[in-house]
């Protein structure tokens, strides 16, 4: 079993194309800080490693490989490009059907509600656990095409829970400052649990190749389940610490705007 070359060049192919649209809207991009175009770039580097090349094809192989894409797209690089103000960006697009595309959407009711931070908490939380414990976790680990899937799944799960809780883009539905913090500190704990449960277990979950053995699988499972376990946590972190200041600088707005 091997992943299909055909992956790398859509993900490749996708994640080129996403850069020389964002290079592309110099004038959009005027209103978008250094650092947050650094982030968006950044974030599409590290997806282009993790989608591209050796990594995705060890991954089918190696769980813990597949946690280490897992914990990179959802956790890392989705916020990562939520942060680089893509939809900002597109919202004055120079191209039309970018342009259209986004205000149609902002104006869709039902579209909306994925930008309702319980929607995207339930959404997150939802992919946590249905890629590692149930029936699509062990395909993902048994037919290329299905983990392809979940990388997909692992990338816009992420964008949809953090755009509400992260500044950068519109904000169709505002969210509280002191709720986005709530938000990230509980979802530190489905991510720490899945992370134990892994490291923790002595069954293993997903079906092994023919030339692994139950005792290498079950390392091999261990191993994601540490890296789930420590790395989420210390991501999570970042996160937390930049909605925290977020909501610091906001206070301290308001309360400049009420001395005057």
């Not at 680089?84 to 039309?96: F, L, R, W």
């Not at 904000?171 to 649990?193: C, D, G, K, Q, W």
Request: hydrophobic share 50%.
């Amino acid at each position: 079993m091997g992943l299909s070359p055909i992956w790398d060049v859509v993900f490749a192919s996708a994640l080129i194309l996403k850069g020389y649209w964002y290079f592309s809207e110099k004038n959009a991009r005027a209103s978008v800080s250094a650092i947050r175009q650094t982030l968006f770039y950044l974030g599409l580097v590290l997806a282009f490693i993790l989608l591209v090349g050796p990594v995705p094809h060890l991954a089918i192989r190696l769980f813990y490989v597949h946690m280490i894409q897992h914990i990179g797209l959802m956790m890392l690089i989705s916020p990562l490009i939520v942060l680089g103000s893509p939809i900002k960006v597109a919202s004055q697009s120079k191209y039309p059907v970018i342009y259209t595309l986004v205000h149609t959407l902002g104006r869709n009711r039902l579209f909306m509600q994925l930008f309702q931070a319980p929607v995207g908490f339930a959404i997150f939380l939802a992919v946590l656990i249905l890629t590692h414990f149930s029936p699509l976790a062990n395909a993902g680990m048994t037919n290329p095409n299905v983990h392809c899937l979940e990388l997909i799944i692992f990338l816009l799960g992420g964008v949809i829970y953090y755009y509400p809780v992260m500044e950068g883009n519109p904000h169709p539905i505002f969210i509280p400052y002191a709720n986005r913090v709530i938000s990230l500190f509980a979802m530190m704990l489905p991510e720490t649990m899945v992370g134990f449960f892994l490291y923790s277990g002595n069954k293993v979950l997903h079906s092994l190749p023919s030339t692994t053995s139950m005792s290498m699988g079950l390392s091999d499972q261990h191993k994601g389940g540490a890296i789930m376990w420590a790395m989420g946590m210390l991501i999570d972190t970042i996160w937390i610490v930049l909605a925290a200041r977020d909501w610091f600088i906001n206070e301290k707005f308001l309360s400049d705007s009420e001395g005057e």
